[in-house]
């Protein structure tokens, strides 16, 4: 699934192609996605001008004057630039034309994407309950800290659940928690102050690098100009169960913590 890497590589790829620019028609083949998309999209995207490309969590907002348009790209979903009149294929669901020539084409084989409408985006049931950008200046140490307190959950499981932090995300989780040299089974609430600092840090300094890298390709995941994601290249631990670590060659080990798949070095973390 993308993430939040994934999902501001794709954001910043397309927002120079449509951002002051007008919608003359939006083109939807499927509606039967994971949120059938409203009947009523067309009319309230067409003749709209898209003033801003924003990023909530892993979702792209598209802001008109009107509202704005809310766009998940689920399991395999991606976005991409294209001349407006070239042919579609077999799963490309929407395109979103505009005044330039140019249109955004949203393909999503496996169709768990969907494309909705806000007019307040604060308000919209999806975002309205979502933790702190963990880029922004509200995600820091003592945040973290002091939400964790008290809590058994495991700290990979912690750090996931976007109502604490948006987007980190399976691979990021397992990444960050590697670099601050933390088990993911610890319970969250254990995590002292300092080490959680160290966490914050290492959370910031991975996805930094990640969208510097243009996210990771493991299947599905091409950014907005086409390209896939290269940060594959500099993970430490996630998907190399059995592998030698780069620090201390002892062999990864791979478990699951809330059915998802979690790598880790027993050395390195603690």
Not at 65 to 83: C, E, F, K, P, T
Not at 185 to 212: C, D, F, N, P, Q
Request: net charge positive; glycine share 8%.
């Amino acid at each position: 699934m993308p993430e939040l890497p994934e999902v501001e590589t794709s954001r910043r790829g397309i927002a120079p192609w449509i951002e002051n620019q007008t919608v003359t028609e939006l083109v939807v083949r499927e509606r039967r996605l994971r949120w059938p998309i409203p009947n009523s999209l067309e009319n309230n995207l067409t003749g709209q001008e898209i003033h801003a490309v924003r990023r909530r969590a892993k979702y792209l907002l598209f802001d008109t004057n009107q509202g704005s348009a809310i766009l998940h790209l689920g399991m395999s979903g991606s976005v991409r630039i294209i001349d407006s009149l070239e042919p579609a294929t077999k799963h490309d669901h929407v395109d979103m034309r505009f005044a330039n020539g140019k249109a955004l084409r949203f393909r999503d084989p496996r169709r768990f994407g969907s494309l909705l409408w806000a007019v307040n985006t604060d308000e919209h049931e999806l975002l309205r309950d979502l933790g702190p950008e963990p880029l922004s200046a509200d995600f820091d140490a003592h945040y973290l800290w002091k939400t964790s307190r008290g809590r058994r959950v495991t700290i990979k499981q912690f750090i996931m659940n976007a109502k604490v932090v948006v987007g980190v995300g399976n691979i990021y989780a397992s990444e960050a928690l590697f670099a601050a040299g933390i088990h993911p089974k610890r319970a969250a609430g254990s995590v002292s102050a300092v080490r959680m600092a160290t966490l914050v840090t290492a959370i910031k300094s991975v996805l930094e690098r990640a969208i510097k890298a243009g996210g990771t390709t493991l299947q599905d995941f091409y950014g907005g100009d086409g390209e896939p994601g290269y940060f594959k290249q500099q993970l430490k631990v996630y998907g190399r169960d059995s592998l030698p670590c780069r620090v201390c060659k002892t062999e990864i080990r791979a478990i699951v913590l809330g059915q998802r798949s979690t790598f880790y070095c027993h050395r390195c973390q603690r």
